[in-house]
Structures are given as structure tokens and as C-alpha cells.
């Protein structure tokens, strides 16, 4: 399979095989980035696919999917590289025990300590010495603080690194870059200004339920539009976490599997905790929620 995409439509077909809806907006932000060789700042809430574009991009573009997930207090240990010091430990115990003129010679050890054999990589640095193509995912960037921005930069900007005991890395082939941000705080003008902005918002009522007749294929056409009608009304409520696509296509399989091919009030109620995660929100909903009741059966 070819890696590059020949132009916005082989975007849109590539991605849809890998089972990503994109509208035109992904596509040629997706173009652009390849083509301009610059990173993806995919911004919005949480569940609206910012992961899974990522995930998409690499399996259409046949590349690994190397993947940083960030969390508050990540360091460059974590993130970049570290050293396997329990390795070196037993490597100076050995030296230490050498022959019997009192072991090894120490400048040759402290070579051997900082080579490859010791070296562990994370991330970063797997991404940038990957040797085929890749997707490099900076998963929820705006969860670290701004001096780890700052190490991201030399990385965005010339794909290389500094290693101290090592000299300078340089990535042998630029992976494809996107960062998702879930705005729970503001990222750096610097980081910004290296990538292409994409804003992901909840989908369109017609959006979503493309997005729920593609991923449960078994749901009825009719129950499809209901309940993404029913997310869209949730999501107008001022709840703690409004419901993702990720749950809407949850719920969607929840009443496939109880055998619901409509939603009433007693159902949704019964349902509505695979779609809301918080109990005050349930109960908000609950009470939202004026469902005409099922039919009886004769």
C-alpha cells in the first residue's frame, strides 16, 4: 500500500477504509500536514475522535502508530529516553570484579555505560529513530506544563534531539505528528505556531448517525436517528460530562444486545448509564427526557 496521500480525496477514501469518517475540514488539514511536513493540533472536547484520527492516519498511510499519552508531571524520562540503570549497576559490579590487577579500566567502562545497549527509549525518541513510516500521537498535550512544551519544540521544529551522552538525534524519517488537546488549558503561541490547527466539535445529528451506521452496521436505521437525536438534546444540558461519540456508539450496541429497536422513556432511563457517567447527570437527564412510550404488542 502507498504511504503518501495523492491528494484530498485519497485522504477521504484512505481514512474511510480505516473506518474514520472525516469531513472536509480532516481532509485537507490531513493533506496539508503531509504535504507541508508539519504536526496536527487537533483541539476540541472529549470523544469527538481526536485519538481516533490519529489511529486512522497511521493504518491508511500503513505506518506504526507510536503513541506518547501525557498526564501532568511528565518528565523527559518518561517521554524522550533514560538510561537502564539497574543494567549499568550489574555492569560496573562486573567491572569492579575484573581481573586481578583491580578490573577494568574505568574510562572504558563509562563509554560502555552510555551506549545503545543501556539506552531505553520512549516515544519520542522511538518516533524520531523509527526507521519506516510513522505516526507520532502526543495524546492530551495540554495535560503537561509549559517547560515540557519547551521539549517538544526542538522536536517539532527540526526533528531532532539532544542527547548529552550521545550528541544530537535526527529523526531518518519525519513521522507524521498529531497532538490532541482537550483545552483544559491554554498551549504555548511557540507550539502553536509549528503546527496546522484542526477544531473537532460534537458531529451534526446526520454526522453522528453515519458514524453509528458505519461502527454497529446491525442498528435499524429509524433507531440510529432516535438515539442520536436523544445525545444531541443531552448534550444541550449543562452536564459534567456530556456524552462522546465513543458512548453514543456504546449505547447504540447496549440496545442492539437487549433487543431494542426503539427508545422510550423506561428505556432510556434503564440505558442511560452506559451513556452518562456521573450520577447527577443521570438524574438531570432523567428528567429531561419525554420519550412517547413503545407501542404494545397485540
Request: glycine fraction near 6%.
Amino acid at each position: 500500500m502507498a504511504s503518501e496521500f495523492t491528494g484530498v480525496s485519497d485522504v477521504h477514501d484512505r481514512l474511510e477504509a480505516a473506518g474514520y469518517l472525516p469531513d472536509q475540514s480532516i481532509e485537507t488539514v490531513v493533506y496539508l500536514a503531509e504535504r507541508l511536513g508539519k504536526p496536527i493540533l487537533v483541539e476540541g472536547p472529549a470523544g469527538v475522535g481526536k485519538t481516533e484520527l490519529a489511529k486512522a492516519v497511521a493504518e491508511a498511510r500503513n505506518a506504526a502508530l507510536i503513541r506518547l499519552q501525557c498526564y501532568e508531571g511528565l518528565d523527559e524520562a518518561k517521554a524522550l529516553y533514560e538510561w537502564n540503570y539497574k543494567k549499568q549497576l550489574l555492569r560496573i559490579t562486573h567491572a569492579r570484579g575484573g581481573d586481578a590487577e583491580g578490573g577494568e579500566d574505568w574510562d572504558a567502562v563509562e563509554d560502555d555505560l552510555f551506549g545503545e545497549d543501556y539506552l531505553m527509549e520512549r516515544p519520542l525518541l522511538k518516533a524520531l529513530r523509527h526507521e519506516g513510516e510513522s505516526v507520532l500521537l502526543i495524546d492530551e498535550v495540554d495535560k503537561v506544563d509549559f517547560e515540557f512544551e519547551a521539549l517538544l519544540l526542538e522536536i517539532l521544529s527540526d526533528f531532532q534531539v539532544t542527547i548529552p551522552e550521545l550528541g544530537t538525534v535526527t529523526g531518518t524519517h519525519h513521522p507524521f505528528v498529531v497532538l490532541t488537546s482537550n483545552n483544559t488549558r491554554e498551549l504555548s503561541e511557540a507550539l502553536k505556531r509549528r503546527c496546522l490547527y484542526l477544531y473537532l466539535d460534537y458531529p451534526t445529528v446526520e454526522r453522528e448517525k453515519e458514524i453509528v451506521l458505519s461502527r454497529v452496521p446491525d442498528a435499524p436505521e429509524k433507531l440510529a436517528d432516535q438515539l442520536v437525536r436523544i445525545v444531541r438534546s443531552l448534550r444541550q444540558l449543562e452536564l459534567k460530562k456530556p456524552p462522546s461519540i465513543s458512548e453514543t456508539l456504546d449505547w447504540a450496541q447496549t440496545l442492539l444486545e437487549l433487543g431494542f429497536d426503539t427508545i422510550d422513556e423506561d428505556v432510556a432511563r434503564g440505558t442511560m448509564n452506559v451513556l452518562l457517567k456521573y450520577q447527577q447527570d443521570v438524574e438531570k437527564a432523567s428528567s429531561h427526557l419525554k420519550l412517547p412510550p413503545r407501542p404494545e404488542m397485540n
